[in-house]
Each structure stands twice: as structure tokens, then as C-alpha cells.
């Protein structure tokens, strides 16, 4: 259940009894300080002024109205017409039995689900990932697993950068290089194979000559070309293949719908945009011109969808793809994950792409942007030399390191365990580190910050399971057996139970705003209010008697399943110990 829909719905009604209109909403959030109750309505407010009466009478005869007998031991107004709502011990105790039992935990399935296209990690073929596709990739897989988690349908596409003129050099490379070797050999590095590719461009006239013959050829469908061409995306796709299973991402081949997908479109779509009378012919190329977008000055924002020389570009490309997805995939929400400073391109394809008739108005078309990774030095992280970094090397770096702190850590752990527990917190650290920070700002990259055992880590939060797990061991009891009642007594008791019964509140607010990282600041604060449970109310310790005992370790199980199944959402593993 979700106490604050909950409590809502039920303050609501006691403000339609109150004879208020029902469009005035009931304004119902968690209490922000301490002695204020649990959960706060601040509707009454509002409403008086809509109302053109007192606030505080109108918070009485709310109250009057409020029917929260056992759910509630205190009700009260406070200030201008706030309405104060302690919620009961027991009721507490109760909603959290049984809880950890369910899949979802106290989690609902949606009442209303959607199909919700999301565009992410979308890297470019012709170049190695790197560490700038990291966020893409684990944002959009993180709230991907938060939609299906409440039961929306999801639909993964990978809008991988599979077309284009610099194909023409690359196939042209490809071509010459595999007389030698094999085109897996070759295209090992995919970075180097592209420098390669460049200065053979530059340098010799005649191959350059044969790039350009490729582009022409690959558009026109010639065989031989195609058929390089499909190798080369083929082992593009398997070194991003590698890296999703590394990083633990859900995404898959059949995932993925390229640029190249599109282009039979794209004549269509010029043409379709033209009889309409938006595109128009300006320096031998066809432009939108946007005033919906307009600068300051007045000035339309240009976007051209056919150059000159009849290339169609990116935005070209996103038109036909924006259009697939709101009529053959039937989107209701579209939620693309790409780099902030991509804002632009993407507010002209939603302008443009409603304008034409491409996307209803009533989808949801979001482009969730992201800040930049930078390094210690406050510039966007690079290698030590000023190379780009790889992903596939940031993360074998991360379990090496992740590896050398277990061996200082736990000794006696077997090699295999060690080797299971290494990738875990290796890989957990590096996601958790970006998913923890607010989507929307740079941030910087830090070996140690984020391979920490203290503070808000996935180190920290994967140890606080294994210590709940390592009651259990002590206990001698299995976990799942842990299903007495749960009584709610000491406060630390009571904090540690409305922050479990609060979980379905914010998977609510991570997937209505795409932001993990408030799931991760739950997270972090639920771990930290069950080591303080736990010092506070000792579960082991002799002349702990029944129920208390089971109560307690009931309580206990069930921290570590939210605590696991919210590291499930954002795509990171627990384990026993470590
Ligand atoms: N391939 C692009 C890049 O690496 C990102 C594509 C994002 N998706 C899209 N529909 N435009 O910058």
C-alpha cells in the first residue's frame, strides 16, 4: 500500500464531506520535522482561500470528517490549517507483516498501465563505448526496471548510431585490413580501428576516393558493401553485448532499432513534411523553421532534415523513429536518456514531430538529460595521457579494485567467492556512484569515494545486507521462516518501520520524475535507520525474550528484502557475505 495515496484518498473524502469542492486536492505529504506527526495535508489552506473562509475552521470541519480510527492515534491542526497525522504503532506493525512475503513488497500494481518506450545507452558502432554511454545505459536501465517492477509494459530500444558517411571510410578500412587478417582481429579496438580509418583517409587521395564510392553504394543497397557492413555492426554489437552483461543491464539484441532501421523512411517522411507546407527549400537544403522555438530576437529555430547534396541527418533520422514509436509501437509515454546537451535536438523533434502529425499530443515525449562524469580535476574524465575511457576498461579497473579491498577485508573468503564478490561490489560501486547523484548535474568520478564501506555506496548498502544476513546465520533461522507479527515498540522501531512502508512512495516519484537517485537516497537512509534499530533494539543479545525476539527478526528480514530488491532495481547484486 501506498500511505500517502492512502491517507490522500481518505482526506479527500473528509473534504467533500466538508462540503469543499472535490478539485481541491487534500495536499498530502510526509511530515518534513520531527513532532509534526508522520504525514501532513496542507489542502485546508487552499481551499479557505478558494473558499473565501477561515483555515482553521475549515481544517476543524476536515477533521470532523476524518475517519482514521486505528489507523491513526493523533490528529491534530497546527499552525495556519495544517493537519497533522501520527500514524498508530499498531497500525504501523500491522501493514508491515507479510510484507516481505510479497514480490513486490507493498508495492501495488499500477491502476492504470502504460506502454512506455525508452531510448537508451544508444552508442555510435563505429567507435568504442566509453565512459560518456555509462549513464545512458544505467539510468535508463534502472528506471526500465522500476516501470516493469510496478507493472507497466516496457519497450527497450536501442537507438544504436548504425548509419552514416563516416561508414564509407570505416567499410572501406574494414575492407583493406581483413586481406591481412580477420575483421574480428581488426575491429579488437574498435577506437584504434577508427584513427586507423582516419588518417588512411586523410592521407591517401585514392582510398578516400573509395570511402566516398562506399557511402554512395552502402545507401543504394549494393551487396558486397551491405554485406561488410552487416560485419562490422555485428562486432560492434558484440563488444556492446559484452558490456551490458558486464554491467548487469537488461538490454538485448533484439532491443536494439538502429538508425539504420529508419532509412526507407526518411525519403517519405521529407516528402510527407513538405505537402504539408513545413519544410521549405533554403540554400539548396529542406529546413523547418520552428517559431515555435524562436530565440529571443524572433528568429525561428532552423531544423534541416535533407542537405543539399540529399544526406538526411540525426534529426531526420529521430523524426521517422519518433513517429514508429508513437504509431506502430503505440507508445503512451516516450522516455529518451540522452546527454543534456542534446536538449535542443530533442525539443525540435517533440515541436516538430507533434506539428507534423507524427506523435499525438497525448503521449508523453520526455527527453531525461544528464550532466557530465568529470574527473577529480573538475573536467570530464579522461585517461592519463587525455585519451577517452573505455567503458570496458573502467570496469575491469573497478572489480580489480573491488578485488583488492575483499582481500584486506575478508582473507578467508575462497578464491571463488572472492572472485563473486569482487564483480558484485566492483561494478555495484561504479553504477551506484552515478545513479546516487541527481540525473540533471555533472559529477565527478572517484575511485575511492565510491568503493567506500561508509557513507551512501553500494559497498555500504551491500554490507548492511550481509550483516542482516549474518543474524540470521547466527540466529540459526532461515529467513523466510520469519513471519510473526511484527509489534512496532522503541522509536527506532517505529522510524525503521514507516521508512520499509514507505518504499512504494518513492519507486512512485522515481519513475514519475526518472530520478534513481532518490531510490538510492532512500536506500542509503534505510540502511542507516536499520543500524540504528539495531543498536537500539538488540535481537541476539541475551534476556531478549518472545515475541519480542521473532518481531524483531522479522523486522530485520524484511529490511534486507528492500534493501535487496531495491538494489534489484537499479541493477545491482547482493550477496550472503562478502
Ligand atoms: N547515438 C547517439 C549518441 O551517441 C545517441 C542516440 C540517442 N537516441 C536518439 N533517439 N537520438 O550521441
Known amino acids: 500500500m501506498n500511505i500517502r495515496e492512502f491517507l490522500a484518498d481518505k482526506v479527500q473524502s473528509a473534504m467533500q464531506a466538508a462540503g469543499i469542492p472535490s ?70 506493525g500491522r501493514q508491515l507483516s507479510g510484507v516481505a512475503e510479497q514480490a513486490t513488497l507493498s508495492v501495488e500494481p499500477t491502476s492504470a498501465p502504460q506502454t512506455v518506450v525508452v531510448d537508451y545507452s544508444s552508442p555510435n558502432l563505429a567507435k568504442e563505448m566509453h565512459v560518456g554511454h555509462l549513464r545512458s545505459t544505467i539510468i535508463g536501465d534502472a528506471i526500465v526496471r522500476a516501470l516493469e517492477f510496478v507493472g507497466h509494459k516496457v519497450i527497450r530500444q536501442n537507438h544504436v548510431g548504425d548509419w552514416g558517411t563516416q561508414f564509407g571510410m570505416l567499410l572501406a578500412e574494414l575492407e583493406s585490413q581483413t586481406q591481412a587478417t580477420d575483421a574480428e582481429i581488426a575491429l579488437r579496438d574498435l577506437e584504434a580501428f577508427y584513427q586507423q580509418a582516419k588518417q588512411h583517409f586523410d592521407a591517401d587521395p585514392e582510398f578516400a576516393n573509395t570511402a566516398r564510392d562506399y557511402v554512395v ?60 507546407g513545413l519544410a521549405v527549400v533554403d540554400q539548396g537544403a529542406k529546413v523547418v523553421f520552428l517559431q515555435e522555438l524562436a530565440d529571443k530576437k524572433g528568429n525561428p529555430s532552423p531544423v534541416i532534415v535533407q542537405k543539399q547534396d540529399g544526406g538526411y541527418l540525426y534529426a531526420t533520422t529521430d523524426l521517422a523513429c519518433l513517429r514508429y514509436r508513437a504509431n506502430t509501437l503505440n507508445a503512451d509515454r516516450l522516455m529518451y536518456f540522452i546527454d543534456q546537451r542534446q536538449g535542443l535536438h530533442m525539443q525540435q523533434i517533440f515541436t516538430l514531430g507533434v506539428k507534423a502529425g507524427f506523435a499525438s499530443s497525448d503521449i508523453s515525449l520526455e527527453h531525461h538529460g544528464f550532466g557530465t562524469m568529470n574527473g577529480e580535476d573538475g573536467k570530464p574524465f579522461k585517461t592519463r595521457s587525455g ?37 558484485k561490489v566492483g561494478i555495484g560501486a561504479v553504477k551506484y556512484a552515478d545513479l546516487s547523484k541527481t540525473r540533471t548535474t555533472d559529477y565527478i568520478f572517484s575511485w575511492d569515494a565510491m568503493l567506500a564501506f561508509e557513507g551512501n555506496t553500494a559497498p555500504y548498502l551491500q554490507y548492511a545486507y550481509t550483516r542482516i544476513q549474518s543474524i540470521f546465520r547466527k540466529a540459526g533461522v532461515e529467513p523466510s521462516s520469519l513471519t510473526a507479527q511484527i509489534s512496532v515498540e522503541a522509536e527506532q522501531e517505529r522510524h525503521l518501520a514507516l521508512k520499509l512502508l514507505q518504499f512504494p512512495e518513492v519507486v512512485e516519484l522515481m519513475i514519475k520524475e526518472a530520478f534513481p537517485h532518490v531510490l538510492c537516497t532512500y536506500l542509503f537512509e534505510l540502511a542507516s535507520a536499520f543500524m540504528t534499530f539495531y543498536e537500539a533494539c538488540p535481537i541476539l543479545k541475551d534476556g531478549v525474550e518472545e515475541p519480542v525476539k521473532a518481531s524483531r527478526l522479522h523486522l530485520a528480514r524484511t529490511t534486507g528484502e528492500h534493501i535487496k530488491q531495491g538494489l534489484v532495481l537499479l541493477g545491482i547484486d547482493v550477496m550472503d557475505r562478502m
Open 23 to 92: 478539485e481541491l486536492g487534500p495536499h498530502l505529504a510526509p511530515a518534513k520535522k520531527a513532532g509534526f506527526g508522520d504525514y501532513q495535508a496542507n489542502g485546508a489552506m487552499a481551499a479557505a482561500k478558494a473558499m473565501r473562509t477561515n483555515p482553521r475552521e475549515l481544517a476543524a470541519k476536515i477533521l470532523d470528517q476524518l475517519a482514521l480510527d486505528g489507523i491513526a492515534d493523533k490528529v491534530e491542526i497546527a499552525g495556519p490549517g495544517f493537519i497533522n497525522i501520527h500514524l498508530a504503532d499498531a497500525w504501523l
Open 217 to 276: 553504394k552502402l545507401q543504394s543497397g549494393d551487396e558486397k558493401i551491405l554485406a561488410l557492413w552487416n560485419k562490422f555492426r555485428e562486432i560492434s554489437l558484440s563488444h556492446g553485448d559484452e558490456i551490458y552483461q558486464k554491467l548487469n543491464v537488461t538490454l538485448s539484441r533484439e532491443d536494439v532499432m538502429g538508425e539504420s532501421a529508419y532509412n526507407d523512411d526518411l525519403p517519405v517522411l521529407v516528402k510527407a513534411l513538405e505537402d504539408q
Open 387 to 423: 585519451g577517452t575511457v573505455k567503458l570496458a576498461d573502467l570496469l575491469d579497473e573497478a572489480v580489480e579494485r573491488a578485488r583488492a579491498l575483499i582481500e584486506t577485508k575478508n582473507p578467508e573468503l575462497s578464491e571463488q567467492e572472492k572472485a563473486a564478490v569482487a564483480l
